[in-house]
């Protein structure tokens, strides 16, 4: 197994290099001036995740959510102003959003060890690839250098973040928008196979599917019914929760795919992936062969973590993550 995850490592830099952006992001882009950079963000968030594995998908989320917004520079992390709604505050990330506090507590250790020299975004980015490893996921090696916004704005996610309730052209726009393909829309997709979904963010899909139809045809019946059970639908109670993937909820696995195929996809997003042939042959693909997806899955996120980056002398190096300096 070590010489698989060395070679997979080996690949994954080849693809680094060869795929780099004009953006001068650097695997080691610390080793000089914060070679512990990388071990205190891996440190806080072990510790972390071992106290609570639920926080392993809030964190992959929060670099998702912070990618598509303005790009990988931290916006996600901005607290809201007397005159300004950040990101954080936005319908579509609060309180589903969730983490903010382990990358407070690498980058309060990492302003201790080397003042002023790492971004929240990279931390983050750190923060995602290590959550991925934890819980199954490969380990794979992230480019850093990305520098801090200083600006976030709830409005930007509603035309940023593809929605639970996006069809299949509507993710494939969303994702295209950013530079990502189809297949690595599908592939990143898979991220869903940890964590936990609120409620109602699918509720419509058991009780008011349309104008004819209360339940979503395309999903399971035996499925609806535990989800009914779990989420009915007189309840006002937003804090409900499911697992996204019932049958291994905390395992960076391949079921995400398994579930879509009998029709147990969670949201309208994930079962629309089996609505068109070529990406339902790819959830087929990665259904069978959860090392190919692994190894796909962890260079997609290398490519989306360098979506509109800030580097140079662009933005900041935020001293707190959630104000600007």
């Known amino acids: 197994m070590e010489f698989v995850r060395v070679a997979i490592a080996f690949v994954l830099g080849l693809m680094i290099t060869m795929g780099r952006l004009e953006a001068q992001l650097q695997v080691g882009f610390y080793s000089s001036t914060c070679p512990q950079a990388?071990?205190?963000?891996?440190?806080?968030?072990?510790?972390?995740?071992?106290?609570?594995?639920?926080?392993?998908?809030?964190?992959?989320?929060?670099?998702?959510?912070?990618?598509?917004?303005?790009?990988?520079?931290?916006s996600v992390l901005l607290d809201s102003t007397l005159g300004n709604t950040a990101e954080k505050d936005s319908p579509l990330n609060n309180p589903s959003l969730r983490g903010f506090e382990v990358i407070d507590s690498a980058k309060t250790r990492l302003e201790s060890t080397c003042p002023g020299v790492v971004s929240c975004a990279d931390i983050v980015a750190y923060a995602a690839r290590d959550s991925v490893a934890l819980t199954g996921g490969l380990w794979y090696r992230v480019e850093a250098g990305r520098r801090d916004g200083t600006i976030s704005l709830a409005s930007d996610t509603f035309s940023n973040?593809?929605?639970?309730?996006?069809?299949?052209?509507?993710?494939?726009?969303?994702?295209?928008?950013?530079?990502?393909?189809?297949?690595?829309?599908?592939?990143?997709?898979?991220a869903h196979t940890i964590g936990r979904s609120h409620c109602t963010s699918f509720s419509s899909r058991l009780y008011s599917f349309n104008t004819t139809l209360d339940l979503d045809p395309t999903l399971n019946s035996a499925y609806a019914t535990q989800l009914e059970q779990m989420c009915p639908n007189s309840s006002?109670?937003?804090?409900?929760?499911?697992?996204?993937?019932?049958?291994?909820?905390?395992?960076?696995?391949?079921?995400?795919?398994?579930?879509?195929?009998?029709?147990?996809?969670?949201?309208?997003?994930?079962?629309?992936?089996?609505?068109?042939?070529?990406?339902?042959?790819?959830?087929?693909?990665?259904?069978?062969?959860?090392?190919?997806?692994?190894?796909?899955?962890?260079?997609?996120?290398?490519?989306?973590?360098?979506?509109?980056?800030?580097?140079?002398?662009?933005?900041?190096?935020?001293?707190?993550c959630s104000v600007v300096n």
């Open 236 to 320: 006002n109670d937003t804090t409900l929760v499911v697992p996204m993937d019932p049958s291994t909820p905390n395992l960076f696995d391949a079921n995400y795919y398994a579930d879509i195929l009998a029709n147990r996809g969670l949201f309208t997003s994930d079962q629309t992936l089996m609505s068109n042939a070529s990406t339902a042959q790819l959830v087929r693909q990665n259904a069978f062969n959860g090392l190919l997806w692994k190894i796909k899955f962890a260079a997609a996120m290398v490519k989306m973590g360098q979506i509109g980056v800030l580097t140079g002398s662009s933005g900041e190096i935020r001293l707190n």
């Open 38 to 74: 990388e071990k205190i963000v891996r440190e806080e968030v072990s510790k972390a995740v071992f106290t609570n594995l639920a926080l392993a998908a809030g964190l992959v989320r929060l670099h998702f959510h912070d990618c598509f917004v303005r790009g990988c520079e931290g």
């Open 161 to 190: 973040l593809p929605g639970p309730a996006f069809d299949l052209d509507q993710l494939t726009q969303s994702f295209a928008s950013k530079g990502l393909s189809q297949e690595e829309m599908v592939t990143l997709s898979g």
